[in-house]
T-cell receptor
């Protein structure tokens, strides 16, 4: 199974940008890169996803390396509510049969 | 929109008994539902994928006779942990998606199972 590698934890100051890295060197051409985050005792929440091009939405930006072996989730201004475990996930499989392969996640701590 | 609920949110049962966890998509029809297990301080591990009206597909190492999955309708899937043991204590999370080409999965809030 395709795996992702993330740092175990990161810290950021409130109101500052945060760059969360993810390595996925075994990614295949049809694997999508998804990011979810999880608060304690809750289910994961969708953040963003992409295939090859960089993506932006109201929550974050996703920067994908040209060789697709790594990506970075960018939170432009971290708030205390952004403190969570962030998972970089490869969506493997074809339409209708895909599944998520969760990485180990990065625990983000936001300092006031 | 796209809300997934689970019931119960937590349950305590005695060793040897069975417990059923429900997963419902509240405002959409889920063609596929997924069941995950998460141990403390660990990542989510996919247990099985279920499509409405067909048998679930279990991941390697997951006992299908122990973790019974039923996806009888487009809005409901159930996971039954049979003959539960303390090592089955975990956080069980379901997710659902609709359509064939949609990328997102919508996750439920999880069910914490404690087996005594």
């Amino acid at each position: 199974d395709a795996k992702t590698t993330q740092p175990n934890s990161m810290e950021s100051n409130e109101e500052e940008p945060v760059h969360l890295p993810c390595n996925h060197s075994t990614i295949s051409g049809t694997d999508y890169i998804h990011w979810y985050r999880q608060l304690p005792s809750q289910g994961p929440e969708y953040v963003i996803h992409g295939l090859t091009s960089n993506v932006n939405n109201r929550m974050a930006s996703l920067a994908i390396a040209e060789d697709r072996k790594s990506s970075t989730l960018i939170l432009h201004r971290a708030t205390l509510r952004d403190a969570a475990v962030y998972y970089c996930i490869l969506r493997r499989g074809t339409s209708g049969t895909y599944k998520y392969i969760f990485g180990t996640g990065t625990r983000l701590k936001v300092l006031a | 929109g796209a809300v997934v609920s689970q019931h119960p949110s937590w349950v305590i049962c005695k060793s040897g008994t069975s417990v059923k966890i429900e997963c419902r998509s509240l405002d959409f029809q889920a063609t596929t539902m997924f069941w995950y297990r998460q141990f403390p301080k660990q990542s989510l591990m996919l247990m099985a994928t279920s499509n409405e009206g067909s048998k679930a597909t279990y991941e390697q190492g997951v006992e299908k006779d122990k973790f019974l999955i039923n996806h009888a309708s487009l809005t409901l899937s159930t996971l039954t942990v049979t003959s539960a043991h303390p090592e089955d204590s975990s956080f069980y999370i379901c997710s659902a998606r609709y359509g064939q080409g949609v990328n997102e999965q919508y996750f439920g809030p999880g069910t914490r199972l404690t087996v005594t």
